[in-house]
């Protein structure tokens, strides 16, 4: 199976900061990596696909780059809303992978 | 609106058997393939199963192989998972997810959950 880890596990940041969280694979997974927001007792929201690609109705401050085995989300200016878990996963096969999340909270 | 609407979940005693069912409406669920996807309270998501737009092509995380079944009924709009043999590391919150059209494969529509605790 193909290993999905995120760093940090978490951070703190204030509104307005811009955040990275990276996604590493355990193996070439090309641009098969998604990204998902959990905010505290809903559903995961899709947010990046193909690793690159904004899903229709995301904000624009969210982007998502890398191929291969590394693989970045960034968050240009944080939003209040965007105080949540965020995941990445891989697709290139199954089972589908998740990384372990990253909490975003608020410093 | 696109929805899925899980249900089923419940508390049951460890070797028993729960079927979730997923609804979705807004869209014609023949048209796309499905998951499923736990999470234990508090900890990361985790895939479960997919199946194909027929319900001929399945496939399984391992420690739910042989014991976890999930199927559709297209003309009903609705998924399933059939889980035997619950054991209680299955606790968790079900989600069913509807995977994207075309060869990006990414779970675009999510449903709100339902919960399966297993317990003596």
């Known amino acids: 199976d193909i290993q999905m880890t995120q760093s940090p596990s978490s951070l703190s940041a204030s509104v307005g900061d811009r955040v990275t969280i990276t996604c590493r694979a355990s193996?070439?997974?090309?641009?098969?990596l998604n990204w998902y927001q959990q905010r505290a007792g809903k559903a995961p929201r899709l947010l990046i696909f193909?690793?690159?690609s904004l899903q229709s109705g995301v904000p624009s401050r969210f982007s998502g780059s890398g191929s291969g085995t590394d693989f970045t989300l960034t968050i240009s200016s944080l939003q209040p809303e965007d105080f949540a878990t965020y995941y990445c996963?891989?697709?290139?096969?199954?089972?589908?992978?998740f990384g372990q999340g990253t909490k975003v909270d608020i410093k | 609106e696109v929805q899925l609407v899980e249900s089923g979940g419940g508390l049951v005693q460890p070797g028993g058997s729960l079927r979730l069912s997923c609804a979705a409406s807004?869209?014609?669920?023949?048209?796309?393939?499905m998951h499923w996807v736990r999470q234990v309270p508090g900890k990361g998501l985790v895939w479960v199963s997919r199946?194909?737009?027929?319900?001929?092509?399945?496939r399984y995380e391992d420690s739910v192989k042989g014991r976890f079944t999930i199927s559709r009924d297209n003309a009903k709009n609705t998924l399933f998972l059939q889980m035997n043999s619950l054991r209680p590391e299955d606790t968790a919150v079900y989600y069913c997810?509807?995977?994207?059209?075309?060869?990006?494969?990414?779970?675009?529509?999510w449903g709100k959950g339902t919960t399966v605790t297993v317990s003596s």
């Open positions: 996963q891989q697709s290139t096969n199954t089972p589908w992978t």
């Open positions: 807004g869209f014609n669920l023949r048209n796309y393939w």
């Open positions: 997810a509807r995977e994207g059209e075309g060869n990006d494969y990414y779970l675009d529509v």
């Open positions: 193909a690793a690159s």
């Open positions: 193996q070439n997974i090309r641009r098969y």
């Open positions: 199946v194909n737009s027929d319900g001929s092509y399945t």
